[in-house]
């Protein structure tokens, strides 16, 4: 399934609003989304990215895959200028390394989130980021599962947010944004996103604020 990639933002038409049994029903699968990520193995695909970093914007495509027990390796496929700068992340390090002629495009936020880090920190938020919202998004024929994660603290709006649409049969990641007070910074779409999950763990019933006291936000 192919899905385009625009660099304006992603447009997408919510279907359920308030507190229908429809909106329950996203919940519910929002947990199970939150489960299945908490208890995966690994993750490979490819990324199309569109970073908008001031006046400046920069698509490229990558390759990516993360391990539980290993590190996350993103490699620069396109555009040919970029292609073969790898970057890896190890979680005891939590530092980008790159690999050749090396790049610089700049941050997303005041935190320093890093184009290239944002595959991965969308990750971290789906398994235990704040989720503030799980709602059923229209986008072209297709009903997705859409997801919203910010800081707790942070009205809506505010500070960093990430916003992610999922297949809701396959929980695998379609589509994200970074969005920073409000403005979206970075759009990316994978059309080849693949789970690999471990056969003897489920979590199926973990918290959507990735805090077992707490409470999510929807």
């Known amino acids: 399934m192919r899905r385009g990639l625009a660099c304006a933002g992603l447009v997408f038409v919510v279907l359920l609003t308030g507190c229908s049994k429809q909106d329950q029903g996203a919940q519910q699968q929002g947990v199970l989304l939150r489960g299945q990520y908490q208890a995966m193995k690994g993750w490979h695909g ?5 970073a908008h970093l001031g006046q400046q914007v920069y698509e490229f495509t990558l390759e990516g895959s993360w391990t539980q027990d290993g590190e996350t390796v993103l490699t620069v496929m396109e555009p040919d200028w970029m292609a073969g700068v790898t970057a890896r992340m190890t979680e005891e390090e939590s530092v980008l390394e790159y690999d050749g002629v090396g790049m610089t495009l700049g941050t997303l936020n005041g935190d320093g989130l890093s184009p290239i880090a944002a ?3 969308l990750m971290d938020q789906v398994a235990q980021g704040y989720i503030a919202q799980c709602s059923w998004a229209e986008e072209g024929e297709e009903t997705l599962l859409e ?5 707790p603290e942070e009205e809506p709006g505010e500070g960093t947010e990430y916003v992610m649409w999922f297949d809701p049969d396959t929980f695998e990641l379609c589509m994200g944004e970074v969005q920073v007070a ?3 910074v970075l759009t990316v779409t994978s059309d080849d996103f693949t789970m690999e999950m471990n056969n003897n ?4 019933h ?5 805090d077992p006291s707490g409470q999510s936000g929807t």
């Open 201 to 204: 763990e489920s979590t199926d």
């Open 119 to 121: 595959i991965p920190t």
């Open 182 to 184: 409000g403005t979206t």
């Open 206 to 210: 973990a918290d959507l604020d990735g």
């Open 147 to 151: 997801l919203l994660c910010r800081d």
């Open 46 to 50: 490819t990324f199309q990215v569109c």
